[in-house]
């Protein structure tokens, strides 16, 4: 479940998401001050950084801020359904990859049950 969506500084966000599989934290940010935003997904039980995906130049900070929103959405519905946080990461990449949305996509955790 989306527990809370959280607007950030300079067009950031960050989403807190809670699932019988796992809690997590999506956060889109700037890479840097000369950067576009990307996004990151954090977890505790994994001790730190699980995900990076860091988008084509093509898209603009509005499209940035509602792929934070589809990839939360992906991530959370395929956490409802049991999937655990490698495979839903998993499943985030391919749906934007599909889209040609992502310049890099990186799991860092792998999805090791599928």
């Known amino acids: 479940m989306i527990?809370?969506?959280r607007k950030a500084l300079f067009g950031g966000r960050t989403t807190d998401i809670?699932?019988?599989k796992f809690v997590c934290v999506?956060?889109?940010a700037k890479e840097s001050l000369m950067e576009g935003l990307s996004t990151i997904i954090w977890s505790h039980s994994v001790s730190g950084e699980c995900a990076?995906?860091?988008y084509n130049d093509f898209l603009s900070k509005a499209s940035r801020q509602r792929l934070h929103h589809n990839i939360?959405?992906?991530v959370d519905q395929s956490g409802e359904s049991g999937v655990?946080?490698?495979c839903a990461i998993?499943?985030?990449i391919k749906e934007l990859e599909k889209?040609?949305?992502l310049e890099i996509g990186v799991n860092l955790i792998g999805c090791y049950d599928k």
């Open 18 to 20: 809670d699932t019988e």
């Open 3 to 5: 527990i809370q969506e």
């Open 26 to 28: 999506v956060t889109t």
């Open 90 to 92: 998993d499943e985030a």
């Open 84 to 86: 655990n946080l490698g």
């Open 72 to 74: 939360c959405q992906i």
């Open 99 to 101: 889209k040609d949305f």
């Open 52 to 54: 990076k995906f860091i």
